[in-house]
């Protein structure tokens, strides 16, 4: 080994310091960075999520996992934005380990590592099971989380969709990303109040079978105005059934394209106000159990939800499932204020 022997004054030796430190730091950076990838989609920042561990890739369980696990793996990957959780091996099962499950993150984490949750390896889950994220997605806005004028993102800034030529090709894949069931109606004339975003300057042209409207050929678009922003209304995937009004009812969840019950373990009224706010039913007034509006029939899809009432679909809470054994005797059931809330800029 050589040394070389340089003089240097105190200030030589400390901005040599801090080159180092920041040298060091990089490298701690893109070595965490390096342990958490997405698998499958269609780009970095959409995917099955697998976390590098003890030599190995590996996948995520999906038990409990909500949007604030996904932001945080959104924001170590430097993607921006969360947009949705994709749960039941979105993007296809993974193989190997699966080295994490229960994870629940606070939101505050620089890492999922960093997140509580079961010892690395310790689960009761199948690949079936691996969680998937898309960050920095579509949104519906000034209606409810599945219905409203469509904003979509580029770098750091949102933009609205022209209504012109966008069909229900278009709106199929827009619905299908947002996990949100089969579009009900495409709406021009700002059907939905006139954004304050820019215009997005293609026209989309989806062949309808894409997951993601990212994945949309598109091509250039002439002049339009905010007066023609384009909104879409897709089918509910929670629904109330039973009640004497659309806001009052047992639970139900649409999944796989079948709709099944919430079971009624845990369920309270932020359970139900999540619900309410969903469905645009106002407040949560009473969260009925064991059956109040009924017993359901087949599935039951969700249980043990841990909402905090601030979400704005119930599949963005925490919880224990898809697929759980219970009786039908214990759906959960909620009765909303009915006062239906749209939320429309004034211009």
């Known amino acids: 080994m050589v040394i070389f022997s340089v003089p240097l004054s105190f200030a030589d030796f400390s901005l040599l310091l801090f080159v180092f430190s920041q040298i060091h730091f990089i490298y701690i950076f893109l070595y965490l960075a390096g342990n958490v990838r997405l698998v499958d989609g269609s ?12 030599g190995e890739w590996g996948t995520v ?21 969360t947009s949705n959780t994709m749960r039941a091996a979105h993007f296809g099962p993974g193989s190997g380990k699966i080295w994490m499950d229960n994870v ?14 079961k010892k690395m390896g310790d689960h009761n889950c199948e690949h079936s099971e691996d969680v998937g994220i898309i960050c920095s997605g579509i949104r519906l806005v000034g209606g409810s989380r599945c219905s409203g004028r469509l904003e979509v993102p580029h770098g750091n800034t949102w933009y609205t969709v022209c209504a012109a030529a966008f069909d229900q090709q278009n709106a199929e894949v ?50 339009c105005s905010h007066e023609n922003d384009v909104s879409v209304a897709c089918a509910e995937t929670v629904r109330l059934v039973g009640g004497n009004s659309r806001c009052a009812g047992r639970v139900e969840v649409l999944h796989r394209g079948q709709w099944g019950t919430v ?3 845990g369920w309270d009224l932020p359970d139900a ?16 159990k064991s059956a109040h509006f009924g017993e359901g029939s087949g599935r039951v899809w969700v249980s043990s939800l841990q909402c905090t009432g601030s979400e704005f ?35």
């Open 43 to 54: 780009n970095s920042c959409a995917g099955r999520v697998e976390v590098y561990y003890s």
């Open 61 to 81: 369980c999906d038990d409990y996992w909500d949007l604030t696990n996904t932001a945080v793996v959104c924001r170590e990957l430097g993607c921006g934005e």
């Open 104 to 117: 629940i993150c606070s939101g505050s984490e620089s890492s999922i590592f960093d997140c509580s949750k």
């Open 273 to 288: 106000a999540v619900v309410c706010r969903e469905l645009g039913c106002g407040e949560a007034l009473t969260a009925p």
């Open 313 to 347: 679909t119930l599949t963005s809470c925490r919880f224990n499932g898809w697929g759980i054994e219970a009786n039908h005797a214990e759906d959960a059931g909620v009765i909303c204020s009915g006062k239906i809330i749209y939320l429309f800029h004034n211009y």
């Open 263 to 265: 079971h009624d373990v």
């Open 174 to 223: 827009v619905c299908r990303e947002l996990d949100c069931g089969a579009p009900v109606q495409v709406l021009g004339a700002a059907a939905f109040g006139k954004g304050d975003a820019q215009m997005w300057t293609q026209e989309i042209q989806c062949r309808g079978n894409e997951y993601q409207f990212a994945l949309c050929p598109a091509s250039p678009l002439q002049f």
